[in-house]
């Protein structure tokens, strides 16, 4: 069984648990529903299940940790506990500072042992950064501006809103239909189909193709305001881009450079908007410190 077959059959499982209560709970009222109003609850919920804004925090994450087990099944984790923990501590610094600071399942960020330079932000709070980026980041205010940024994805829903509609709308349909019944070989066979689809959309995405360039933009714009509100000087995401732009082309690795908008053009973007701000907070001796610390060798 294919990564992608095996993710999308977990995603299914995972969803049919969520919608099966609903479920259950529609049945239970039923004996206080005349039959024209269930009719009518019915439509109405069959309308609102064809939008996209609809896909619950639960959903999200399942989404999530299905596009994270693609991922895992591609790139290799980075052995260094310690390391990660690092990681961790600084990115849910941000992320408590963002627009989403409490979600389904909570933020969860991983080093991937990989050399290109990349950073992946799967929906449901799942980001993973290579070696390869942690290399070019000299202090953690460089640090806590790339994990703001991928945390602007997850705030923004980003990674929800690469999918296709036409084809989100026709997963959701085959599960909220089977939801509450045993799935026979077949009907397993078209909703795992469906959420392959899904997830291909979004893992297409974040390794193959990138998000639109507004979309890395509008990251960029949260970037500044969430790390700067967590305290780091909003500096870290320009020089990380300067430093960017200055190897461009130097082949250290596709990830980066293929799938996001050229360094200079953000770096322009950022320094504008760093340029407007009245206070800008200071690097901290404390934090580089402990920076160098984790990062040493």
């Not at 709970?25 to 069959?46: F, M, P, R, V, W």
């Not at 066979?189 to 899904?198: D, K």
């Not at 507004?214 to 967590?230: I, Q």
Request: net charge neutral; proline share 3%.
């Amino acid at each position: 069984m294919s990564a992608r077959r095996a993710a999308a059959l977990f995603l299914a499982a995972g969803l049919s648990s969520v919608l099966a209560v609903s479920c259950s709970l529609l049945q239970e009222s039923q004996k206080y529903l005349t039959k024209e109003n269930i009719d009518k609850a019915g439509k109405a919920a069959s309308v609102a299940r064809n939008t996209f804004a609809d896909i619950t925090e639960e959903e999200e994450h399942y989404i999530g940790r299905s596009v994270a087990a693609l991922i895992l099944s591609r790139y290799k984790v980075y052995d260094n506990p310690q390391l990660n923990s690092y990681v961790n501590l600084v990115g849910h610094a941000v992320a408590a500072y963002s627009d989403r600071p409490e979600i389904y399942g909570g933020y969860h960020f991983l080093v991937l042992d990989e050399p290109e330079v990349n950073a992946l932000a799967a929906p449901g709070g799942f980001i993973f950064v290579t070696r390869g980026l942690l290399r070019e980041c000299r202090d953690e205010e460089m640090l806590a501006a790339v994990l703001a940024h991928e945390v602007g994805h997850v705030a923004a829903k980003h990674g929800l809103q690469s999918i296709k509609k036409s084809r989100l709308v026709e997963a959701f349909k085959l599960i909220g239909r089977e939801a509450a019944a045993k799935y026979t070989p077949e009907e397993l066979s078209r909703v795992t189909e469906a959420f392959e689809g899904v997830l291909g959309d979004i893992a297409g995405s974040l390794i193959e193709r990138g998000y639109d360039r507004r979309y890395e933009y509008d990251a960029d714009v949260l970037s500044v305001k969430y790390g700067t509100a967590t305290g780091y000087s909003p500096e870290g995401l320009s020089d990380f881009l300067e430093k960017l732009a200055a190897g461009e082309g130097e082949g250290r690795g596709v990830g980066w450079f293929k799938t996001h908008p050229a360094p200079k053009d953000r770096l322009a973007r950022v320094e504008k908007r760093i340029g407007g701000m009245k206070t800008l907070p200071l690097r901290d001796e404390i934090r580089l410190k402990r920076f160098r610390q984790h990062f040493k060798g």
